[in-house]
């Protein structure tokens, strides 16, 4: 990006005002910022081609000039957006799985004007059970982005979904709460994803038996996350693993390629004892 290119001019002013270390973590955060401006342009111009829910196809097709790895096994993969956001947030996304392999990959769209976790969560089971009848599929991946996460675990833990969803990846969820953006509280759906929220308390809940693998992607440039670790996922009775992020923001996490790739490897994990890596650096 042009905006990266002039960094290192302020970098011997950085490393006077903060020293070592603190030099650092500000161009980190000054890169990870001006690479967040450019993700939110880049969306908004694509956020109209999104706005329809997508049509339903045997397979979906490899863009032109791409080469595609054959094909894995697996289960059908649902893309599952944020708060105010739609399907156009995961192009990148489906793109690098479908040229990795993966035969079915779905992308859903929930109403912005959703009100309750709840109800989006019960939304989805509906869905979720028409794409398995559809793919004669027993079970499903899922990704989510913030919002989306939180409705899928909801789903997953409160309301069966564990039936169906073998590995629920989450970037960027508020797993304990954020307490981000006070003057948003007017939207009932963003007190549920405040901390000590009915949702948040109901998630903490035992949950003996889940058989989802949950893995949670969380950065540590997240400016949505207040506190960071809210992203991250741990549950006493759920099988979670955390995947710390490090140089990006929360608009990247469902853009980079290097999260998509990893994404892509979370999900070729077939057996309950494997692990992926704790950490992802990309900047």
Request: charged content about 20%.
């Amino acid at each position: 990006m042009r905006v990266t290119g002039v960094l290192p001019l302020f970098l011997p002013l950085c490393r006077r005002v903060w020293p070592g270390r603190l030099a650092g973590i500000s161009m980190a955060l000054l890169k990870a910022t001006a690479l967040e401006a450019a993700i939110l342009t880049g969306h908004l111009l694509l956020y109209p081609t999104g706005l329809a829910q997508e049509r339903r196809s045997a397979a979906l097709p490899v863009p032109d000039g791409t080469t595609r790895l054959p094909v894995r096994p697996g289960p059908p993969v649902v893309l599952l957006h944020g708060f105010i956001d739609n399907r156009s947030v995961f192009v990148l996304l489906r793109r690098s799985l479908v040229q990795h392999g993966r035969q079915r990959v779905e992308s859903l769209n929930y109403s912005p004007l959703t009100c309750d976790i709840r109800a989006a969560a019960e939304l989805l089971g509906r869905h979720i059970e028409e794409v398995c009848a559809r793919t004669e599929s027993d079970r499903i991946d899922i990704v989510g982005h913030s919002l989306g996460g939180l409705i899928a675990r909801y789903y997953v833990q409160c309301l069966g979904g564990d039936l169906r969803v073998r590995t629920l990846v989450t970037l960027g969820t508020p797993h304990s709460g954020t307490r981000v953006a006070p003057l948003a509280d007017a939207h009932p759906i963003v007190r549920q994803m405040r901390p000590g929220s009915e949702v948040i308390e109901e998630l903490a809940r035992p949950a003996p038996g889940c058989r989802t693998r949950f893995v949670s992607f969380w950065s540590d440039l997240d400016h949505v996350m207040v506190p960071l670790e809210a992203a991250r996922l741990d549950h006493p009775d759920l099988d979670a693993h955390n995947v710390r992020v490090t140089g990006i923001g929360h608009l990247a996490l469902p853009v980079h390629p290097a999260v998509a790739a990893r994404i892509g490897e979370v999900l070729d994990i077939a057996h309950p004892a494997e692990r992926p890596a704790d950490g992802l650096t990309v900047a």
